[in-house]
């Protein structure tokens, strides 16, 4: 098994209004089916984590190839219970990480993240990382062992990552309010118009 990836589709999505964000619809597909994309070209399976919106998860995703659901039934948790869990389900030598209300990664940024051998690898814009994280299998078996952390970046900053400069200011974007929600609706209509 290559690479596998995780998306993290369980949130509240509490300052959408009520709405679950992965399924709304992002100039012909959904948030959720805009980040499949974004790893399915580089994935042999991805597993979607779902958690509080998990019907409308299933409706808008239920169809994509080579993708298992897997269910956080803790999920009010936080995203860490979540990653934890789709890891758990993950048999590939690299897992890609990608939360769910990030569905503008370009495969450019994928291809070379995964040109680089380290155990832990991250995007980073003009200094700042981003997403999606490739973890090697070592560095989940590592992760998953760990008790003591209690957050994806806190697992990455007492580990040796290796950052990948790229010339993508998206892998820092994602969807948390109506506002950015509008602007991602904008991108991908004049991103597909070119």
């Known amino acids: 098994m290559g690479t596998e990836g995780v998306i993290l ?24 089916e805009r980040s499949i994309d974004s790893l399915s070209p580089f994935c042999s399976r991805i597993i979607v984590v779902t958690g509080f919106h998990v019907e409308a998860v299933l409706v808008s995703a239920g169809h994509c190839r080579e ?4 269910h956080n039934p803790v999920c009010e948790k936080g995203m860490f219970s979540s990653l934890k869990m789709g890891l758990e389900h993950t048999e590939g030598e690299r897992v890609l990480i990608l939360p769910g209300d990030c569905p503008f990664i370009t495969h450019e940024v994928c291809e070379k993240l995964l040109q680089d051998k380290g155990d832990i690898v991250l995007p980073a814009y003009q200094g700042k990382c981003g997403h999606p994280v490739l973890l ?19 697992y990455i900053s007492v580990n040796k ?21 509008a602007k991602s609706v904008e991108y991908f209509r004049t991103k597909e118009v070119r």
């Open 136 to 154: 090697s299998r070592r560095a989940i078996e590592s992760l998953l062992a760990d008790e003591c952390c209690q957050s994806l970046q806190e």
């Open 161 to 181: 990552a290796e950052i990948i400069a790229v010339d993508y200011p998206e892998i820092l974007w994602d969807i948390d309010t109506p506002e950015d929600y």
């Open 9 to 32: 589709a369980a949130g509240k999505s509490s300052r959408m209004m009520g709405n679950s964000k992965m399924t709304m619809d992002l100039n012909g597909r959904t948030v959720i």
């Open 67 to 70: 993708v298992v659901f897997v």
